[in-house]
């Protein structure tokens, strides 16, 4: 838990960039303040402290404390080439090379220089790369993968300071809750997630498995579609028929841990299976067939992300796919937008379902 101090400078500051307090005006005084929170002065010097530091205040003795001038964003100058930050959870790793390079493409375009990173899904990681970057003496814009975004972040206080620094940053598949107000293109994971339920129960299953990952906000809204589809449709919402994984055992379920039985008992009863995504699900189908159940006739199997593990499995996969529509170009061409002062919007990402034998 924050001290509180720090809850009090986390207050501050949002008002600071929601236009409580705009540039040039005063902050109530310290007397003030202690009684508002009802709290002690050394509290709010620290509070106001932390503001000075992330620059967002100014105090002089005798004057109390003044906001700041909000920091110019960087714009595009044929004098000096962008330096664009992509940190992803993982650069090779099954969607990420085309992302990365539909992202490398669109910088390059711009004459951009990029340099990336990857947090194997780690906050640690996340941290220490961020700290990093806040060094650097020329970082332009950030173009990121969240990490484990289902779970509260440690890193926000960085996430601000990059903020406060007026260095722009856009999210690709899910941000987090404590930056509501920050860019992101994001897939449409509660409409995936409903749209194959629906797609199952119209080719007449009545009951439905579920694989979801548990760490990654994604995860957790397209399980939230599927289980409102499961409702709508007034087919059983049944938890022994869901199976949960993580980052850290995910290598463990797909070299065939203990976790197995767990996942093939989920799905014992049910006569097909939404997965969340290409990945888990070439895993799965090439498990049962090693234990002879036929796919689709005992049991269908569907996805996200229509990869290459789709194409390539050994029946191939029925999957959700974003067309011609690539998330890291999507995001890529917004952080430019920002960085050149121009308007623009978040964007969710449609699916079209591909469909293939396994359903």
Same mark, same amino acid.
């Given at each position: 838990?924050?001290?509180?101090?720090?809850?009090?400078?986390?207050?501050?500051r949002q008002q600071i960039h929601d236009g409580t307090y705009p540039p040039r005006t005063m902050l109530p005084t310290e007397f003030?303040?202690?009684?508002?929170?009802?709290?002690?002065?050394?509290?709010?010097?620290?509070?106001?402290?932390?503001?000075?530091?992330?620059?967002?205040?100014?105090?002089?003795?005798?004057?109390?404390?003044?906001?700041?001038?909000?920091?110019?964003?960087?714009?595009?100058?044929?004098?000096r080439p962008l330096t664009i930050a992509i940190v992803a959870t993982y650069i090779s790793d099954y969607i990420f090379p085309s992302?990365?390079?539909?992202?490398?493409?669109?910088?390059?375009?711009?004459?951009?220089?990029?340099?990336?990173?990857?947090?194997?899904?780690?906050?640690?990681?996340?941290?220490?790369?961020?700290?990093?970057?806040?060094?650097?003496?020329?970082?332009?814009?950030?173009?990121?993968?969240?990490?484990?975004?289902?779970?509260?972040?440690?890193?926000?206080?960085?996430?601000?300071?990059?903020?406060?620094?007026?260095?722009?940053?856009?999210?690709?598949?899910?941000?987090? /809750?404590?930056?509501?107000?920050?860019?992101? &293109? $994001?897939?449409? %994971?509660?409409?995936?997630?409903?749209? =194959? *339920?629906?797609? +199952?129960?119209?080719?007449?299953?009545?009951?439905?498995?579920?694989?979801?990952?548990?760490?990654?906000?994604?995860?957790?809204?397209?399980?939230?579609?599927?289980?409102?589809?499961?409702?709508?449709?007034?087919?059983?919402?049944?938890?022994?028929?869901?199976?949960?994984?993580?980052?850290?055992?995910?290598?463990?379920?797909?070299?065939?841990?203990?976790?197995?039985?767990?996942?093939? /008992?989920?799905?014992?009863?049910?006569?097909? &299976? $939404?997965?969340? %995504?290409?990945?888990?699900?070439?895993? =799965? *189908?090439?498990? +049962?067939?090693?234990?002879?159940?036929?796919?689709?006739?005992?049991?269908?199997?569907?996805?996200?992300?229509?990869?290459?593990?789709?194409?390539?499995?050994?029946?191939?996969?029925?999957?959700?796919?974003?067309?011609?529509?690539?998330?890291?170009?999507?995001?890529?061409?917004?952080?430019?937008?920002?960085?050149?002062?121009?308007?623009?919007?978040?964007?969710?990402?449609?699916?079209?379902?591909?469909?293939?034998?396994?359903?």
């Amino acid at each position: 838990m924050a001290y509180k101090y720090q809850q009090i400078a986390d207050i501050l500051r949002q008002q600071i960039h929601d236009g409580t307090y705009p540039p040039r005006t005063m902050l109530p005084t310290e007397f003030v303040l202690c009684e508002q929170y009802n709290v002690s002065r050394q509290t709010i010097r620290k509070a106001l402290t932390s503001l000075v530091e992330d620059h967002l205040i100014e105090r002089q003795q005798g004057s109390g404390s003044r906001v700041c001038e909000p920091p110019t964003l960087t714009t595009v100058s044929p004098s000096r080439p962008l330096t664009i930050a992509i940190v992803a959870t993982y650069i090779s790793d099954y969607i990420f090379p085309s992302i990365l390079r539909e992202a490398e493409t669109v910088f390059s375009d711009s004459n951009c220089s990029t340099l990336i990173f990857a947090t194997k899904n780690q906050v640690g990681t996340e941290r220490k790369i961020l700290q990093n970057l806040l060094a650097l003496p020329n970082l332009d814009g950030l173009l990121i993968e969240g990490t484990k975004t289902t779970l509260p972040n440690p890193n926000i206080d960085l996430y601000r300071k990059l903020r406060d620094r007026g260095i722009p940053f856009v999210f690709i598949h899910g941000s987090y /809750r404590e930056l509501p107000d920050a860019y992101y &293109v $994001v897939d449409d %994971n509660y409409g995936g997630g409903y749209q =194959l *339920v629906d797609y +199952l129960y119209k080719k007449g299953h009545r009951k439905i498995a579920g694989i979801f990952k548990s760490d990654d906000i994604q995860g957790a809204q397209r399980y939230a579609g599927f289980s409102e589809a499961l409702r709508d449709h007034n087919l059983p919402i049944d938890d022994s028929s869901l199976f949960w994984y993580s980052t850290e055992n995910l290598d463990m379920l797909i070299q065939e841990s203990a976790l197995l039985p767990d996942l093939l /008992r989920a799905i014992s009863s049910c006569t097909a &299976v $939404v997965c969340y %995504n290409d990945q888990i699900a070439s895993f =799965l *189908v090439k498990t +049962l067939l090693r234990q002879g159940i036929s796919i689709p006739q005992d049991i269908a199997v569907v996805s996200f992300d229509n990869s290459h593990y789709s194409e390539s499995s050994s029946c191939r996969i029925t999957s959700l796919s974003h067309g011609d529509q690539n998330v890291g170009g999507l995001a890529a061409k917004i952080l430019l937008k920002i960085c050149r002062g121009e308007n623009c919007e978040s964007i969710v990402v449609p699916w079209e379902l591909v469909e293939k034998e396994s359903s």
